[in-house]
């Protein structure tokens, strides 16, 4: 998998913190019983998976990712949290190692939109699933951000990560496609859900969490692909960033984005 | 007022059946004591106006419209439904008649994005509101609205609409503006939420109203300006048509929109 947004330690901070972030508005609803057998395909870092622990602490969590770096980087995670029912271990998402059925339900946050084949790996991913079993899907969807003020070097910025992505192959618009992807790859999709951020001057702590510690490092973490790719002239990068930054300093800045969360079964039989 | 959409008779329709469409995503939370003196400013063809008195029927409205073709309308619509309580004047938004502080509260909807000065417009309806009422503001915004499947027609003809009214140097983003502009106009922002509404495969109802009775018909609507100033070419219009229906008829298509809604108070002294 080649991730538009690299490995390096501002990333690894950026995953973090973004989860925090954003914990209530992704995670509400979702929580597994004691025992459940729960895969988190692409868990990274292990940013989202600190969560499904806290709010799941007696299900058995096996967490996989491509990246060998993020899978060193999640287990020193789980060795300082000390985390019990949760292991980490390397697979391709499109080729899956574990047994038909393998597990009761599936977790995944923010991957479909870094692979070459989503329903490709939504169907290797069924398999692995009991019948009855459930997979929760979060994606976000670049298409629906908007900010004010909007600059053009600001809208160029913005534009340049969602084509660095897609000439990657990839889809950084994928949130509107869960529920058509879910059901092309054979599963029942039970929701499919806006889960937005909204935040202007009435909550400053929100508006600096997603525009300084998500959006501005996630934009600058493409920068070497979009210029490489010749996306956004250099100054005009940079103005950008600039001009994003701004959105949580002026009293006037305001900052949209919604993510997508869908829930689907596996049919039984 | 320069209105994009025009004021024909299948507008008029548009603009009753988006109301039923999207009452609940509207108007849930919005209602009115009895005895309440309330403003609503740019009511139009009394589309709204039908809900207001529905969920605060005791509530007394006063409906003003620069248009009196509009408002010829919004008369007939009162003597068939029998409201009682409602009254509908011509008034200028901009240049209001009304003596310091009649109302106690004010209701503006789809308004504010077809003015040349919404700050100015609403500086002079604080005039007359009495100190610690309230102004109900909701507006959408063209910049929130995707889909699935885009294709760059659909994407012309949608941005061709927001051009359009761009022109008229009218605001068809102004939903992300609704707190900065509150605040500049001196109100207190109590709160501002985005109201949005998503429909795919699992609410084809609702898909098929966004999609078939407010998208399509409210681009169609400005296609006359869209054509006259260039601003897309006619056979890609008419491409862009037929794929923003198409949204609705094929299985995969997904829709998301958001509209803001704030309540701002005029301070006490």
New interface residues.
């Given amino acids: 998998m080649t991730y538009v947004h690299g490995y390096s330690e501002r990333e690894t901070r950026r995953l973090y913190e973004q989860a925090d972030i954003l914990e209530d508005i992704l995670h509400t609803g979702t929580a597994y019983p004691a025992g459940a057998r729960v895969l988190e395909a692409g868990c990274g870092v292990g940013g989202q998976t600190r969560l499904l622990v806290k709010r799941s602490p007696d299900a058995l969590f096996t967490c996989v990712d491509i990246s060998e770096k993020s899978l060193a980087t999640a287990r020193q995670l789980k060795a300082q949290a000390g985390f019990r029912q949760v292991s980490f271990h390397r697979e391709d998402i499109h080729r899956l190692g574990f047994a038909d059925q393998s597990f009761d339900h599936i977790f995944v946050c923010f991957v479909l939109e870094h692979l070459d084949d989503p329903v490709g790996a939504l169907v290797g991913l069924k398999r692995v699933l009991a019948p009855g079993g459930t997979i929760t899907a979060i994606e976000g ?1 670049h ?2 951000c ?3 003020p ?1 600059t053009p070097a600001s809208l160029a910025a913005w534009n340049g990560l969602i084509h660095a992505q897609r000439n990657f192959g990839h889809d950084p ?1 994928i949130g ?2 869960l ?2 992807l879910l ?2 790859a054979g599963y029942d ?1 039970q ?4 889960a ?1 951020l ?1 935040a ?3 909550k400053p702590a929100l508006r600096d969490g997603m525009v300084d510690h998500i959006i501005v490092p996630m934009v600058q973490s493409a920068e070497p692909r979009i210029l490489r790719d010749h996306l956004v002239a250099e100054d005009v990068f940079e103005q950008g960033i600039h001009d994003l930054s701004r959105v949580d300093v002026v ?2 800045g ?1 900052f ?1 984005y ?1 993510w ?1 969360k869908a829930v689907a079964m596996k049919r039984q039989g």
Same sequence: chains 1, 2.
């Fill in positions: 969807d298409g629906s908007f900010w004010h909007e618009n509107r496609r529920t058509p059901t092309e999709v929701r499919c859900q806006p937005w909204y202007d001057r009435l009293d006037e305001t949209f919604t997508f």
